[in-house]
């Protein structure tokens, strides 16, 4: 890649710019009346360069007297490929003539095909390392970098990029890094890891950029990808497209072509109510308004027609009356219109009122009659709004009867005495809302609102008040015989506090099945991101076995409390927007009285991950989660479901955890571990996991580890691999 070149090579030569100019007065000649018919541009001037209309105080041509003044002058210069001519602003640097391409003009700006500085680390000796990749106008242009619309971007793994002002001070910087692979780099992210943007400062009239290589010391940490880019441009049209940039040969091409450098252009150098004290120099003609260009940072101002006129406000003798009236198809008014400097009248026929518009009150007939027909029409209306009013009434006196039975029925003045005796507890006491406001959250439990379903319920996104979105659990069924233990184990959930444990929020009580209020957890469930079609782009070693701590740490805890899952699976697993673990649904769990190892209960659960010995013997202890707990292990290690189809007897399924274990006992553990796995982590690590895995699937109860145990030997494996990372 050659060294950089100013807006796709555009480098101007006397003879190129003297051409342009004799082609120029060629086109000065034309008759005027062919230009007359725009208002936009001086009479006798060029209209369009190409497909771009050049308005005044823009002109084309060097000293024409199509512009204001030179600086506003615009250079047209015909396409090399045969395309459409090009808008180039020229300025002069270092004794070279050169030119950037206008894309668009309008009234407070102008878009330039932007510039790219890179540095390429297969480049020669030809191709400085360091260097400033642009420089742009001087502190006499009526034309500043816009700070709104620009921003400085760097894109690469190693790179540092300075931002100059005129007198060579560095008054920005910002730095792209990234890991080995570029594995942490995220697509459409850019807060510097593989890409960097940073805030452009008011009042730029004159900047350069440069592109340094970050220095480390740690060389193979860095992933080396082919170049570094650092650009200004308009930070609505750049998107950064994560890893793929930094192989993409036409990223420069692409840059140049769709992100544009955004300029603030004004006229004069002082404010309206100074510049219009000087009548021979002041831009705004008639009928006209004057603004301060206060974005800029530089000063000057704008001129804008007034309100009922149109026109150029910078060309004499200024913006001219718009004519509402002259097409009677497309009137304003609904009879009679009369156009005004500025403005237009209405008036309505005999016998009719008002001011005509048709934007406005409009022309009414006034007569008894039509009082009359008012009269019956608005006491047959309100008649009718009584009637309704009064159903409506009687219908709402039976819903909160009906509600009042369901509180009561559902335990509520038994939640309402666990609430008071616990108000002086320092912990958030749990928050009771009303089926109204759990309507309102979830749109009426709209089909639409559903975010999740399975045997016990359906799972509703909502969004509260303040704008809190939450998950709201409307369950299927509810054991009456069993709502003292629901109350008390709602209570202790609502007072869990775990980083990796989905808060319950609260509940509603108002139903005839109680409604259970979570924070709402946005990514899916695990289940999902581990059995998608295609690779997961989280899907790593380091990843899984954070995420099996994490999970392994919050049903440790909530053994500690003591309370028994029941139903763990890698769908009850929530992955929030940076993938970090979130338990959820509680549905089947039950809290173990104190000085009890287990409870005798109807036997519940998922196929797949259901505890042998428990689905027996119908004794739920602290082990059957764990072994479940196992059966998620092996899914994240595997990625396989917890029940195996025979792709050769659809008819015929296999255990996933009956068949890791054999696995292991065969001495076959890579052949069924996940082939990303075994390439990224060391044996010793494998080993050590799946041993863990093969203790937490044993038949008997009494030979699996505690949870706490299993949290403990996956924080050691997960501490070592952080310090080897």
Request: hydrophobic share 35%; aromatic share 10%.
């Amino acid at each position: 890649m050659s060294s950089f070149t100013v807006s796709e090579s555009v480098t101007g030569t006397i003879l190129v710019v003297l051409l342009g100019a004799m082609i120029l007065q060629v086109w000065s000649l034309a008759p005027t009346t062919m230009l007359s018919a725009s208002t936009t541009t001086k009479p006798g001037c060029l209209r369009k360069c190409g497909n771009l209309t050049i308005p005044y105080p823009f002109g084309v041509g060097f000293s024409a007297g199509c512009s204001r003044s030179m600086w506003y002058d615009i250079f047209c210069m015909d396409s090399s490929n045969g395309g459409p001519p090009r808008a180039m602003i020229p300025w002069l640097k270092d004794g070279r003539d050169n030119a950037m391409e206008i894309l668009e003009i309008t009234e407070t700006q102008i878009r330039l095909k932007n510039q790219v500085a890179y540095r390429c680390l297969n480049s020669t000796a030809d191709t400085p390392s360091h260097f400033r990749s642009f420089e742009f106008f001087n502190s006499s242009a009526p034309f500043v970098l816009s700070s709104k619309s620009n921003k400085l971007f760097v894109i690469g793994c190693h790179d540092l990029s300075r931002f100059y002002d005129r007198s060579d001070d560095v008054i920005r910087s910002c730095t792209a890094k990234c890991k080995a692979e570029a594995t942490n780099v995220v697509a459409g992210e850019c807060q510097g890891i593989g890409c960097c943007q940073d805030i452009i400062p008011t009042g730029m009239r004159s900047f350069s950029v440069t592109l340094d290589q970050v220095q480390t010391n740690n060389t193979s940490t860095i992933f080396n990808q082919p170049c570094g880019y650092a650009f200004v441009g308009d930070q609505e049209k750049f998107k950064f497209r994560g890893a793929v940039d930094f192989d993409d040969p036409n990223f420069v091409k692409r840059i140049i072509t769709d992100v544009p450098m955004v300029l603030d252009w004004v006229v004069g150098d002082h404010k309206c109510a100074q510049a219009q004290q000087d009548r021979a120099s002041y831009a705004c003609q008639q009928n006209t308004t004057c603004t301060d260009a206060t974005e800029s940072g530089i000063g000057g101002y704008r001129c804008s027609c007034r309100p009922g006129y149109q026109g150029n406000p910078y060309l004499t003798p200024g913006c001219s009356d718009v004519n509402e009236c002259e097409d009677p198809s497309n009137s304003p008014c609904y009879n009679s219109c009369i156009n005004t400097q500025g403005n237009y009248t209405c008036s309505c026929p005999s016998g009719h009122s008002g001011d005509g518009r048709k934007d406005g009150t409009g022309c009414n007939p006034h007569f008894p009659v039509l009082k009359f027909a008012l009269g019956i029409g608005f006491g047959t209306l309100f008649l009718l709004i009584g009637i309704s009013w009064l159903c409506l009434a009687i219908r709402k006196r039976r819903g909160i009867k009906r509600k009042e039975i369901f509180f009561q029925k559902n335990g509520g003045q038994l939640l309402k005495q666990l609430i008071s005796s616990n108000k002086e507890d320092d912990m958030e006491q749990i928050k009771v809302f009303t089926m109204r406001e759990l309507k309102v959250a979830t749109q009426n439990f709209s089909e639409k609102s559903i975010v999740g379903q399975g045997g016990y319920g359906t799972v509703y996104m909502g969004v509260l008040p303040n704008n809190e979105t939450v998950a709201v659990k409307k369950s299927k069924f509810m054991d009456q015989s069993q709502i003292e233990q629901f109350i008390n184990e709602l209570v202790i959930l609502a007072r869990t506090r775990h980083p990796n444990v989905v808060r319950l929020l609260g509940c509603c009580l108002e139903a005839e099945v109680p409604l259970l209020v979570y924070e709402f957890i946005s990514n899916g469930t695990l289940y999902d991101h581990i059995n998608r079609t295609e690779e997961p782009s989280w899907y790593c070693w380091t990843n899984c076995l954070r995420i099996a701590t994490e999970s392994a740490n919050a049903f440790a805890y909530l053994h500690s409390i003591p309370i028994i899952h029941r139903d763990i699976k890698s769908a009850n697993i929530l992955l929030d927007d940076s993938y970090i673990t979130k338990v959820s649904d509680f549905g089947a769990s039950r809290l173990i009285p104190l000085n009890d190892t287990h409870l005798s209960t109807v036997v519940q659960g998922t196929l797949g991950y259901l505890d042998p010995e428990y689905f027996y013997s119908s004794q739920l202890t602290e082990k059957s989660d764990v072994y479940s707990y196992g059966v998620v292990l092996t899914e994240l290690l595997t990625r396989a479901r917890p029940i195996l189809i025979d792709t050769r007897n659809e008819e015929r399924s296999y255990n996933l955890a009956a068949y890791f274990v054999k696995g292991m006992e065969e001495g076959n553990l890579f052949n069924i571990l996940d082939s990303k796995l075994v390439a990224e982590a060391s044996q010793e690590q494998l080993f050590s996991i799946a041993k863990l895995v093969q203790k937490c699937l044993s038949v008997k109860g009494e030979d699996r580890p505690t949870m706490k145990k299993v949290a403990t030997e996956l924080e050691e494996l997960w501490t070592l691999q952080s310090q080897t990372a």
